[in-house]
């Protein structure tokens, strides 16, 4: 089985292609989805209800996909289709990978921003 880029390199550059390359923005919107998707897991920590979940899970796993976050967009869509039957600590152990995940996508992000001269927007 190929493993799949954190970053999958074609959607960033053809993000930045789109954008006109202009880098403050290409990093304007991946901060944006780095602070909506941390959101998100922090939803699936809490939610009980498994239409909750599934429906959230839906929404990271499409634009984790969007922006070229590979593997967080693969770990969402597993998670998604055993949702339903998991609970308590394998269901904390899930949302745990898709947030350990993240933050090597964040590194993966900073970096590749960085190679075009920019970061994300300081907080």
């Given at each position: 089985?190929?493993?799949?880029?954190?970053?999958?390199?074609?959607?960033?550059?053809?993000?930045?292609?789109?954008?006109?390359?202009?880098?403050?923005?290409?990093?304007?919107?991946?901060d944006?989805?780095?602070?909506?998707?941390?959101?998100?897991?922090?939803?699936?920590?809490?939610n009980?209800?498994?239409?909750?979940?599934?429906?959230?899970?839906?929404?990271?796993?499409?634009?984790?996909?969007?922006?070229?976050?590979?593997?967080?967009?693969?770990?969402?869509?597993?998670?998604?289709?055993?949702?339903?039957?998991?609970?308590?600590?394998?269901?904390?152990?899930?949302?745990?990978?898709?947030?350990?995940?993240?933050?090597?996508?964040?590194?993966?992000?900073?970096?590749?921003?960085?190679?075009?001269?920019?970061?994300?927007?300081?907080?």
């Open positions: 089985m190929t493993t799949l880029p954190r970053l999958d390199p074609e959607v960033f550059t053809e993000l930045y292609e789109s954008l006109c390359e202009h880098p403050a923005t290409v990093a304007s919107l991946y944006t989805f780095l602070d909506n998707a941390a959101r998100l897991i922090a939803a699936l920590r809490t009980e209800s498994r239409a909750g979940r599934e429906k959230t899970l839906h929404t990271l796993k499409g634009s984790a996909a969007m922006m070229g976050a590979s593997r967080v967009a693969q770990l969402a869509a597993d998670l998604q289709l055993t949702s339903a039957t998991l609970q308590g600590e394998a269901l904390r152990k899930w949302i745990d990978q898709i947030d350990t995940e993240l933050g090597q996508t964040r590194l993966a992000i900073d970096a590749r921003l960085a190679s075009l001269g920019t970061s994300r927007p300081p907080r």
